[in-house]
């Protein structure tokens, strides 16, 4: 009896021990094949990127195999990467650029394609703060714009929204939205024509033709040319210069500016605006500034920071000074070899004219001797 009883135990046990086990090599099965399936569909990358290079904020556009084109979220990323931006004091200066071959190339079409009422579509373009990003107000600080490859249709729209614009010599410029009907929402139709004047800004919007480098440099719609492949680096180096100056009366003088050309309507209103933006931080750093400059510069020596040839040098990184010192090292070596060369030259032309002079007067020395040796002969006919 007490044996049957033991074996119906042992079945029993046999039983729940199997199913425990069965039940662990499925759930680890299971286990497995998720992390299978995680590793066959990576995270996909972030369309915005946002990273500090000292006290710079370098916001890029990371949808390269869109041309930069920015969808709804990508749109979001950036306001929030700007938001943060201004939200950071202790950083000064952002510089905004596109991952890849081009800057950016406007609103992504495409997404408002697939929307099946027409009223996502306009509440994709009628955001608070722009379709592309905060286009639509001002940014607080300082933004650098660097430009490379296209930079057309609303991405022309948010490179207006910069400060400051570098662009390669190759990159394209232009609203190519015209030939699809898209109007300008982002702002272009506002700033455009302060910055160029509206005959120009007419120009470019109705026709929506391309732009080159120097065409735009040469209107005021970009402010560097730079080689190819080298946007952000001089971006970066601008934005150091502007992030090395005091930063309040910085920022008072470009509030100043933006609403002479946006706010006021009158002379008398600007000036006015001009005055009230002035505050006693800015006060007590334009006295700090007195007191070193006077430290600096004496009265004996005042003429030493006039006459200066190095323009950026002295507000650039340590890097940028020493490459200013080379290029200009170089540059005087190249013309020492210059001023040698042509005294070089002038000293083989005055040794060529030395010996074609001797030559002459041996020519000459030896007609002369010719005639000497020539004269007794003849005073001899006679006496014969």
Known sequence: MLRKIGRQ?????????RFSAGRMLSTTNQLHKAAADAKAEPTPP???LVEKDKNITVIGINRPQQRNAIDSITAAQLCDAFSAFEADDTSPVAVLYGVGGSFCSGFDILEMSTDEK???SVDILMRPEGSVGPTRRQIKKPVVCGINGYCIANGLELALMCDLRVMEESA???????????????????RLPAMIGLSRALDLILTGRPVGSQEAHDIGLVNRIVPTGTAL???????????????????HDRNSVYSAAFETSTFHQ???NEVMYTSREIIEDMQNGIKWFNQTFKADTTHSWLKRDRSMADWDDEEVAEAAAEKETKKQQEEAAAVEAEKQKQAEKAQKKSKKTEKVEEKAAVKEGEQ????????EDPKK
């Open 46 to 48: 972030k369309s915005i």
């Open 172 to 190: 394209v410029l232009g609203f190519f939205n015209r030939r699809f009907g898209v109007p300008m929402l982002d702002g272009g139709t506002v």
């Open 233 to 251: 680096g001089n971006a970066l180096e601008l934005a150091s210069c502007l992030a090395k100056f005091p930063q309040r009366a910085l920022n």
């Open 372 to 379: 000497t040796s020539e004269k007794p002969k003849s005073e």
């Open 118 to 120: 027409e009223e996502i």
């Open 270 to 272: 600007a000036v006015q």
């Open 9 to 17: 135990l042992g079945q029993q046990v046999g039983r729940q021990l």
